[in-house]
């Protein structure tokens, strides 16, 4: 690359548009690298190289410059990459402004912005966190939404931090959403997916669970995703995917039998019982508190 053209990239987190190209390139030297895949278009009149990876920095970046902006702020699932709390796959770049456009992968926001709502991360403009977990709350499937909010709470912000934010949206759209979950928030949990499985057991009307309860074995402590501990009974989600290997697997099922000597009962959840099927799980595990109930009475 031309060192012209190489000192803007860098000053621009890895992008550069055709206009910056066409002073040390010409056109046709610019479509060809285009078509050999050398540099890759971000959005329209905006290139990177193909060996650059195109995180939220960049196409934020990218988006200003294709919108011909001085500023551009990040918002919704692209500023939670940038604080940290992203759970959501999206090839969608999102930003607030009051530009149209047509591609499906930038998506601008004509929402109102208070100045106290904007944060620096990395350099690049974007909702504060609290303003992003909200938003996202607000706006994503129950499920998801539960998910950012417990991943925001485990990266550093406050439910008080959340319930400021809360009240500050609450005429906008999702708002009861939000504020319903903001009740189930648990920074314990240390995946999506057992924030996921968590808001199933409470849909399903089962007592609140414990994230990530310790139980101690022979072995050592037996760390369980879900627990109701009066009842002695967890909740494993996809136990030999999310721990490592067979090898962990192995030592957790010595665990689990000794689990089950004292008393305890132990369920399995897979991804596709948790997004399509919840009964599965929730309705065993319903049945064994009731029994529980039932045998502490008879005592």
């Known amino acids: 690359m ?9 000053r621009q987190f890895g992008v550069f548009t055709a206009a910056q190209v066409l002073v040390e390139y010409t056109r046709a ?3 060809a690298r285009l078509h050999r895949g050398e540099w890759v278009r971000v959005f329209h009149g905006v290139y990177r190289e193909a060996g650059t990876h195109p995180g939220p920095e960049l196409r934020v970046e990218a988006a200003r410059l294709s919108m011909g902006l001085p500023v551009l702020v990040a918002a919704y699932n692209t500023a939670a ?4 709390f992203s759970i959501a796959e999206s ?10 456009t047509r591609s499906k992968h930038l998506v ?11 944060a620096m991360v990395n350099e690049v403009s974007t909702t504060t966190a609290a303003r992003t977990a909200i938003d996202t709350a607000r706006t994503s499937r129950r499920m998801d939404a539960l ?21 500050r949206q609450h005429r906008r759209r999702g708002f009861r959403q939000a504020a319903e979950l903001i009740d189930l928030v648990d920074g314990r949990a240390e995946s999506p997916m057992e924030s996921r499985t968590r808001l199933r057991c409470h849909d399903a009307g089962l007592p609140r669970p414990q994230p990530q309860l310790e139980v101690p074995t022979p072995d050592g402590p037996r760390r369980l995703d879900l627990g109701w501990s009066q009842y002695r009974i967890g909740l494993e989600y996809d136990s030999v995917a999310w721990h490592s290997g067979l ?3 192995a030592k957790d099922n010595a665990r689990h039998n000794h689990l089950a000597t004292q008393g305890w009962t132990i369920f399995y959840a897979t991804a596709l019982d948790v997004l399509h099927q919840p009964q599965l799980f929730t309705e065993p595990i319903r049945q064994a508190i ?7 009475k008879g005592r």
């Open 81 to 84: 990459e940038l604080h940290g």
């Open 91 to 100: 090839n969608a770049t999102h930003v607030l402004g009051v530009q149209l």
């Open 2 to 10: 031309r060192a012209q053209l190489e000192g803007l990239r860098d």
């Open 29 to 31: 030297e610019l479509r």
């Open 247 to 249: 090898h962990a697997a």
């Open 108 to 118: 601008v926001h004509q929402d109102r912005l208070d100045p106290t709502q904007v």
């Open 290 to 296: 009731n029994r529980r109930r039932v045998e502490s």
């Open 147 to 167: 998910a950012t909010l417990d991943t925001a709470t485990r990266v550093g912000l406050s439910l008080d931090e959340l319930n400021h934010e809360l009240a």
